[in-house]
Every structure is written in structure tokens, then in C-alpha cells.
């Protein structure tokens, strides 16, 4: 089949509104942080997009003070009705400036436009227009007649969806009445830093959000200070268990949001066309660096052949390339170090036998890309079929039965989130109730809703983000 040429598409990025330089933004002051400055970077390109002023352990203090000052002066007295104005107006201005974010975010982060403009953005005003829809209707949530807020939370999140993460642990932190003291990731601080402009635009009290842009170590400064209430952390699984270890005996709730290496399966019986859709978009999008990503396909042995020549087909057809280009289905790896670790893995997988098929798309010299890559004949053993790669790749396994399907399917150590295709509900439900995973999606993968708890087992972290359930996150229940 022939494959169409598109002309180059690119939005601009004068929308962006870049500037040269960007600070830390405590109690409702963009500040002079007194951290080594930093520089992001756009992946996609390699060039320095920006400079931007970084928090120290003084900071952080500082940070914390004004926080806990904003929380007993005015944020946790106020009555819901009233919290909940400030959060419609924050995704009312998230969304009358989505385009500048979207632009910006795909600029430091390296995802195609497409995906920052119709998913990430929306995404995170829906989360604030969700939880404004809470903040006064608390005491129905289940959480007894008077649920109370913790206090000041201290939040860490990553760099594979900067300001939807963000989203995830502001919105539900404000509508029960918290305040915040925030670290985004190191490569991807800057649209964090636009939504602390649109704190300030919401006339937001000083001090209910602040932004410390900096490195792991302003992260540990956050974890260990004394006068913070909850932790809410979304990253690794090995900075999650030194965080873990770090809180231990104090009094200070946690959540964590880790790793995964989600299984999604395929049953003969699946809408074959629908479910290729499914595992491409599983494991490809946002090149990949999804925590919960498809990246294990679990595949029936009879349509295994089917299944593998149809997704290299399909796969063939993506385009990588340009973020910015509106076509663009594959943007850049966020950092060389993310490349390198890609790599190392997909190595790993060559040297134990697996048989590795890569898209033969153009990639681009400069800037940090990798080309679509399927891994069939995987065993349970292999790193490839174990470990986080975090990245554009795929590990094919097969099974004969729904019992070997489960079994292998639980034989990780994560447990984030699962796949299961099949035209068979009674088998959807029975494999829903025997995998070990925090969601489980059918016939569709990584749809996300605020309404939605999502979180794992096991080493993919504990405590769930959104819907009712996530309100307990942050409430003193
Ligand atoms: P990470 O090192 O865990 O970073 C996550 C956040 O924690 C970042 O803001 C990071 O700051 C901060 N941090 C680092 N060390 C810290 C410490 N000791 N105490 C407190 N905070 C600390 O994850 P990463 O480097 O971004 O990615 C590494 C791997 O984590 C990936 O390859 C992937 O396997 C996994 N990951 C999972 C998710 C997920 O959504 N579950 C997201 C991203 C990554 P810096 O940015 O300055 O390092
Ligand atoms: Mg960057």
C-alpha cells in the first residue's frame, strides 16, 4: 500500500511566548532563586530554549513558610464554594492560553504538537474544571460529614507530561483545601512556570501554589522538610523507595506514582484492525515514555504471525520527526540520558535473542530520536521483557490460554495497568478481576478521564490520583 506524503506542517512557535529567562515562583512572586541556574533544552533540536532560575534548600523553606502561612490564613478557612472559583478560573485560563502551552510544552519536552494540543492540555484544564466540581461538595464524598485538609503538599513529578502531571496534583491538592509547594523535572520546568503566570492572572492568594524548578537534590530538600503534611510523588520506582524510606516514621501521608511494564493482550477473537490501533497507541505514544505503557503485547499464539506482520505495517507508517510539525507522530526522546538508556536496553534485547524489527522511518541527525522498534520472540527472562525502557519499543510475548495470558501478564513486579482485547465480555471481566494491575482497559488503551482513579500495586506505587478516590489523597481521613 502506497504511504501518502504530507507537505510540512509546523506551528509556530512565536505562540510560545519563549522567554530567556525564567524564575522560581514563591508566595505569588516569580523570585530570584538562589539554586545554580539551569538550562532546558529542546530535545528535538539540541539548542538552549531558555535559562531558568533554580530553588535552594533556602528556598525551599521559604517556599514552605509562605505556603503553611497562605493555608492558615486564608486557603483552608475558606469555604469550598470559593476554592472552587479560583480552580474554574485556572482551567478557563489553561485553556484560553492551550495553545501557547501546548506549543511550549512540545518545545522543552520534544512530543509532537498533536499530542500536547489534543491531549495534554485539554487534560489538565479538565482536571481543574473535575475538582472545582468537588471543592464544595466534600463532606458527599464519602469521607465522613467534615473532611479536613492536610496542610502543605509537597509534590515531585516528571518530565514525561510536565503540565498534565502538574494538573494531576495541584487540582485535587486545592479543592480540598491544601496548599502547595511544587518541583517539576529538570529538563521540562517551563510550562510550570506558565502556570504559576496563570495562578497570578487567577489572583490566586500568594502563597497557595508555589514552583521550585531545580534538580533531584531540591526534590530531597521538599521530601525532608519538617512543616510539610503530604508528599505526592510521580517518577521512578527507585527515587519513589528513597522517598519512601526517607518518610518512614514521620507523620507525612505519601503517595507514589512509579514505574510499569503493563501487559496488553490480545485474544484471537479481538477486532484485529482496532486492536493494532490499540497497541500502537499503547506503546508509541509519547515516544513512549508512558508509565503506563502497553510495553509488553501479550499475544495469542494462532494470530501471532497476523498480529506482528499487520503492526510492522502500521508501525512503518508513523512519522517521526519535527514535534512541531502537526503531522508528526513520533516526536524527540526527552534527553540524551533517556536515549542512552533506550538504547542500553534495546541492545540488551539483540544480545539475548530476541528478534528486533525497527521502522525504517528517516531520522533526523540532529536532536535525540529513536526510531520505532518491535521485539519479537521475547521471553519472560529477557531485560527487554522486565525492565522500564521508557521508550519507543516493544516486547511481543505469546500464550495459548487465559490462564497463561494472566500468569505471564502478572509477572512483573510492577502492577500499573493492563490491556485485554477480546470480542468476549464474561472473559474481559474474568481477566480484569485475576490481573494485578491499578487500571485495566478494554478494547481501548491509555484513555485518560479525571473521573478516573488511576495508580498501581506493587512497585508501581501506591494511592490513587483523580476521581473520589483521589480526593483521599489529600484529606485527613
Ligand atoms: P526520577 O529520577 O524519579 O525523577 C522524577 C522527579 O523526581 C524529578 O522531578 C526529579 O528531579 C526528582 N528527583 C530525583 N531525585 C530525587 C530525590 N532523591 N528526591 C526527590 N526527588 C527527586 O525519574 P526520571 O529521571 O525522570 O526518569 C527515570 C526513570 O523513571 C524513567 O526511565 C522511567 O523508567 C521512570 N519514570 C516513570 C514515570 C512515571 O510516570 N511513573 C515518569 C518518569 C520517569 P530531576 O528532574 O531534577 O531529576
Ligand atoms: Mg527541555
Redesign the pocket.
Known amino acids: 500500500m502506497p504511504v501518502f506524503e504530507y507537505a510540512p506542517a509546523p506551528e509556530s512557535r512565536a505562540i510560545a511566548n519563549l522567554k530567556d529567562h525564567y524564575k522560581p515562583f514563591i508566595n505569588g512572586e516569580f523570585v530570584d532563586g538562589s539554586g545554580e541556574p539551569l538550562k532546558t533544552i529542546n530535545p528535538a533540536t539540541e539548542e538552549v530554549l531558555a535559562e531558568v532560575g533554580t530553588a535552594s534548600k533556602s528556598d525551599v523553606d521559604t517556599a514552605v513558610k509562605a505556603a503553611r502561612k497562605a493555608y492558615n490564613g486564608v486557603w483552608s478557612k475558606m469555604p469550598g464554594t470559593e476554592r472552587a472559583k479560583y480552580l474554574f478560573r485556572i482551567a478557563r485560563l489553561i485553556q484560553e492560553r492551550s495553545r501557547e502551552l501546548a506549543v511550549l510544552e512540545s518545545l522543552d519536552n520534544g512530543k509532537p504538537i498533536k499530542e500536547s494540543r489534543d491531549s495534554d492540555v485539554p487534560t489538565a484544564a479538565a482536571h481543574f474544571f473535575y475538582h472545582a466540581g468537588w471543592a464544595d461538595k466534600l463532606e458527599y464524598a464519602g469521607y465522613g460529614p467534615n473532611p479536613q485538609p492536610l496542610g502543605v503538599a509537597g509534590q515531585?513529578?516528571?518530565?514525561?507530561f510536565p503540565l498534565l502531571m502538574l494538573a494531576w496534583k495541584i487540582a485535587p491538592a486545592l479543592a480540598t483545601g491544601n496548599t502547595v509547594v511544587l518541583?517539576?523535572?529538570?529538563?521540562t520546568p517551563l510550562t510550570a512556570l506558565v502556570f504559576a503566570e496563570i495562578c497570578q492572572q487567577a489572583e490566586l492568594p500568594p502563597g497557595v501554589v508555589n514552583i521550585l524548578p531545580g534538580?533531584?537534590d531540591i526534590?530531597?530538600s521538599i521530601?525532608e522538610h519538617p512543616d510539610i503534611n503530604k508528599i505526592a510523588f510521580?517518577?521512578?520506582t527507585e527515587?519513589g523507595k528513597?522517598?519512601q524510606r526517607e518518610v518512614a516514621g514521620t507523620a507525612k501521608k505519601l503517595t507514589l506514582?512509579?514505574?510499569g511494564k503493563a501487559a496488553n493482550i490480545v485474544f484471537e477473537d479481538a477486532p484485529l484492525d482496532q486492536a493494532i490501533e490499540g497497541i500502537v497507541n499503547g506503546i508509541f505514544f509519547n515516544q513512549g515514555h508512558v508509565?503506563c505503557a502497553g510495553s509488553r503485547l501479550l499475544v495469542q499464539e494462532s494470530i501471532a504471525e497476523e498480529v506482528l506482520e499487520k503492526l510492522r505495517y502500521r508501525v512503518s507508517t508513523l512519522r517521526l520527526g519535527d514535534p512541531l510539525d502537526k503531522n508528526t507522530d513520533i516526536g524527540a526522546i526527552n534527553s540524551a540520558e533517556?536515549l542512552a538508556?533506550i538504547r542500553g536496553l534495546v541492545e540488551a534485547g539483540d544480545a539475548e535473542g530476541a528478534q528486533r524489527w525497527t521502522s525504517p522511518c528517516p531520522v533526523p541527525d540532529r536532536g535525540f530520536f529513536f526510531a520505532p522498534t518491535v521485539f519479537a520472540n521475547v521471553h519472560q527472562s529477557m531485560r527487554i521483557a522486565r525492565e522500564?525502557i521508557?521508550g519507543p519499543v516493544l516486547s511481543v510475548l505469546t500464550f495459548r490460554t487465559p490462564d497463561e495470558a494472566v500468569a505471564k501478564a502478572n509477572n512483573t513486579p510492577y502492577g500499573l495497568s493492563a490491556g485485554i482485547w477480546t470480542e468476549k465480555g464474561s472473559r474481559i471481566l474474568w481477566m480484569a478481576n485475576q490481573l494485578r494491575a491499578g487500571v485495566v482497559w478494554a478494547n481501548t488503551f491509555n484513555r485518560f478521564d479525571p473521573a478516573a482513579p488511576f495508580g498501581g500495586y506493587q512497585e508501581s506505587g501506591f494511592g490513587r490520583e483523580g476521581g473520589r478516590t483521589g480526593l483521599e489523597a489529600y484529606l485527613n481521613v
Do not use: D, H, M
Open positions: 515531585i513529578i516528571p518530565w514525561n518541583k517539576p523535572a529538570e529538563t534538580a533531584g526534590g530531597a521530601v510521580t517518577g521512578s527515587v528513597a522517598i506514582e512509579l514505574g508509565c533517556q538508556k522500564e521508557f
